[in-house]
């Protein structure tokens, strides 16, 4: 199996930026895709950015687009979340995720493995 741990979460004031990292470990897929979601208490997890295997499509949540920025190093085998402008309503458990098969998706049932979580709490 292939195992994902995100990093780089914390507790941080309104107009501040993180970098989130994911390092994936275990069996190397020769293609995957790689998304970020996020969950913040009592809601249900939504998509917030997603990224193609060479990189060269990414998509983004309209809540997010302009100021978080994904992408990865498949060398390193990691991918990253880039957040700038911070904004309270960004708090939540973010979660990366690797699909290994099937279309393009921007629902958590169509990723196949993720990681455990990471904590960003946004305060004013």
Same mark, same amino acid.
């Given at each position: 199996q292939v195992q *994902? ?22 069996? &190397? ?26 990189g060269g499509s ?22 990253? *979340?880039?957040?700038?402008? *911070?904004? *309270?309503?960004? &708090? ?25 979580? &990471?904590?960003? &709490?946004?305060?004013?």
């Amino acid at each position: 199996q292939v195992q *994902l741990v995100e990093s780089g979460g914390g507790l941080v004031q309104t107009g501040s930026s993180l970098r989130l990292s994911c390092a994936a470990s275990g069996r &190397t897929f020769g293609s995957y895709a790689m998304g970020w979601f996020r969950q913040a208490p009592g809601k249900e997890r939504e998509f917030v950015a997603r990224i193609s295997w060479s990189g060269g499509s990414t998509d983004y949540a309209d809540s997010v687009k302009g100021r978080f920025t994904i992408s990865r190093d498949n060398a390193k085998n990691t991918g990253y *979340l880039q957040m700038n402008s *911070l904004k *309270l309503e960004d &708090t939540a458990v973010y979660y990366c995720a690797a699909q290994v098969y099937g279309r393009v998706s921007y629902d958590p049932k169509g990723y196949h493995y993720w990681g455990q979580g &990471t904590q960003v &709490t946004v305060s004013s």
